[in-house]
Every structure is written in C-alpha cells, then in structure tokens.
C-alpha cells in the first residue's frame, strides 16, 4: 500500500495542474520548477542519508515514522499560500515518501526471497493503482468546487490512517513469520552497522552496472509524473477538452497502466525482462508520437491508454536489476539513486521551458528520450563484473 500512497499523493500535484497553475498564477516553465524542480532538490538533500538509515532500523517503524510525516507535509502543502512555500512542502513530503518507499521496497524483496523482478512487478501493479485513483480523486474534489488544496487535504488524511495502521495496527503475517521477519530486520541491521557509510558507497562505486541500472531508472519518471502533466495541460490548452474530459484522459492513461502492469507480472514469469523491456519501449515510442501530435480528443485518449500500458514495465525491471546488483542492502542502492536527481531536476525544468517556447506537442516528443535509454540499456552488452556484495 506505499506503492499506492506514494502514486496517489505525487499524482495530484500532477493530474491538476490547470488548478495548481491558476492558484498560484504560474506559467509552464513556473509550475515545472515549483512542482518538479524546488521539491526534488530540495529532498534530494537529505535522501541520500535517510536512504542510508533506512537498511539500520526496523523497516516497518521507518514506514509508519515516514507516512506520518508524508501525511503532516501533505496537509501543510494544502494550505501554503504562495508557490515557494508549496514547493518546500512537497519537497517535505518527497523526502517522507522517499524513505517510506524505500522501507517498504526492501522489505517487500526479503518476502520474495530476495527476487527483485517479482517483488517490483508487484510493487508496480500497485503503484498503478495510486496512479489511476489520483485523476478521479481530483475529479471528485474539482466537481465538490473545491481546488486542488482539497484534494491534497483528502490524501493526507488517507495517509495518516496508513500510517497509524501501520503503527499500530496487527502484523498481516503469522506469528512465526512476524518473529521470522523481525530477526531478519535485526540481522540486516547489524550487517549493515558493520559496514562503514564510505566503505558501502565504495563498492557500490565499483559496479559500473548498478550505476547503467540506477540511470536508466531515473529516466521513468518522464513517463510517469512528467507525462501526466503535460498531457493534463495539453488536453485542456491545445484540445480545448473539458475538465471532465481531461480527468478522463488521464484515467484511461492510468488504467492502462494498471493493465500493463499485471501484464508485466506475468510475463516476467515466462520471459526474460530484457525481451519485456525492448518490447515495451518501442510500443511506447509510437503511443507518445500520437500524443504529441493527434488532434482528435478520442484519439487521445486511446493513445494515452496505450501509452500507460506500454510504458509501465520500465520502471520495475530497471530498478529489480539495480537491487539486484546489491542484494540485502536496498537502502545503498536508494542512496545511490539520489546521484541522478540532477537529471530529475533539470528536465522538468527544460520541458517546462521548451512548452512556453515551442508548444507542449513538442515538449510530449521530447519524452521519447526515455524509452530510447530502455532501448539502449537493454541491447547493450554488459560488462560480466560482480556486484558489489560479491566484491566485497
């Protein structure tokens, strides 16, 4: 369910742009920077060590401590009276949800017995599902009258009764497996004290495939936030749609997604991530050459179905083969992702830019960039070194 917190809340700064646009008068290029850019830097600061300690604790205190955060941060972002101060707490709640996600990401890959591809597939399917509830939270608050401060209000208050079920609530799993999983937090937190900080980011430095995995991961998230955003701007801008119309829209995205999402579970039981992934990028090359330049609303809307449908497995099997190449320490590899918020920074930002400049159609081509880094990574040869457990 942090998989569907974590899409649910990013989302509705997202499929509500119109409305976080007109609230706090922004442009493009001001709502990519007070939405994308301030808050990833701004949490980027401190993911790298809450990543780092989120391996030396209890994985399911770090989840309740940090959705009780995401929670606070969420309800003060509903309030903020200007952009700086919005951005500030989204980039609150990131840092929560970061941590959170990262706990729960771990934990979820010791139940499947250290298989990343299955626990991320699953995880993914999920995610998908925060995803396609985000537009029709929004589209319930907007038809309430409200703004998109209401729905950032009722996603606050779904997130702090997680985390108090979280807290407090009884352990999902047996008593034996309760105490089995308790003694593997406390084994994972005394092998992970006993390795240094620099000595951890060492190795991880070595593997040149983690860092190809890490990269090509950060990429997805062009085709997922970004994507929604500008095709939320796009349906109501250039295809003069309704805001009903444009809420369905990004539905029918997101429920493609949850469709290719239990796809991408089960082919990856029958066929290797490599031939999921070439698979999938190519399909998703052509829906965004539809998105970006059909001007039927219907058509649209079909595109963006198959385009959520045929994107969503990225994410998933790139970040299972970077976990991979570190098993047992999920929060080095989250660590070491925060290198790439660089590029997670600029881009919205440079998009922001190129759709004021030039026109969303061709900041929506632009994103095809992504799909050609999967096309890339995954047809390459890799290198056969080691992983960084295995060096050391």
């Excluded at 809340?9 to 409305?19: F, I, L, N």
């Excluded at 040869?381 to 295995?390: I, K």
């Amino acid at each position: 369910m942090v998989a569907f917190a974590d899409e649910l809340w990013s989302g509705v700064s997202v499929v509500a742009a119109p409305s976080v646009e007109q609230e706090h008068g922004l442009d493009h290029a001001g709502y990519t920077l007070f939405v994308f850019t301030l808050p990833m830097l701004g949490s980027a600061i401190v993911d790298v060590g809450v990543a780092w300690l989120s391996d030396r604790f209890p994985r399911r205190a770090v989840v309740a401590s940090a959705l009780g955060a995401l929670a606070i941060a969420l309800g003060a972002s509903a309030f903020a009276p200007s952009a700086p101060l919005f951005a500030l707490m989204l980039a609150l709640a990131g840092t929560a949800s970061g941590a959170a996600t990262g706990a729960a990401q771990g934990e979820l890959i010791n139940l499947n017995d250290g298989n990343a591809t299955r626990a991320m597939t699953r995880w993914n399917a999920f995610a998908a599902g925060g995803d396609l509830c985000a537009p029709l939270v929004v589209a319930a608050v907007l038809a309430a009258g409200a703004t998109f401060r209401g729905a950032m209000l009722a996603v606050a208050a779904l997130v702090a009764m997680q985390a108090l079920a979280m807290s407090r609530g009884p352990d999902a799993r047996s008593p034996a497996q309760g105490a089995t999983s308790k003694a593997a937090d406390a084994v994972d937190a005394d092998d992970d004290a006993s390795m240094p900080l620099r000595q951890a980011w060492a190795i991880g430095a070595r593997d040149r495939e983690l860092w190809i995995a890490l990269a090509a991961t950060a990429t997805c998230t062009l085709l997922d936030e970004i994507v929604t955003a500008l095709a939320a701007l796009r349906a109501e801008r250039d295809l003069a749609t309704s805001p009903a119309f444009a809420t369905a829209c990004l539905t029918s995205l997101a429920a493609g997604a949850v469709v290719g999402a239990i796809a991408t579970d089960v082919a990856a039981r029958r066929t290797s991530s490599s031939r999921i992934l070439v698979a999938s990028a190519l399909s998703s090359l052509v829906a965004l050459a539809v998105v970006a330049t059909t001007t039927s609303t219907w058509g649209f809307l079909v595109a963006l179905a198959l385009l959520g449908l045929t994107s969503v497995p990225h994410y998933p099997l790139l970040k299972a083969r970077a976990y991979e190449r570190a098993p047992g320490t999920p929060g080095l590899v989250n660590a070491l992702d925060q290198i790439f918020v660089v590029s997670e920074i600029g881009i919205p930002l440079a998009l922001g830019w190129v759709a004021d400049r030039f026109g969303l159609s061709v900041a929506l081509g632009l994103l095809g960039i992504q799909p050609l880094v999967v096309l890339a990574v995954t047809v390459r040869r890799p290198r056969a070194d080691r992983g960084p457990r295995s060096e050391a």
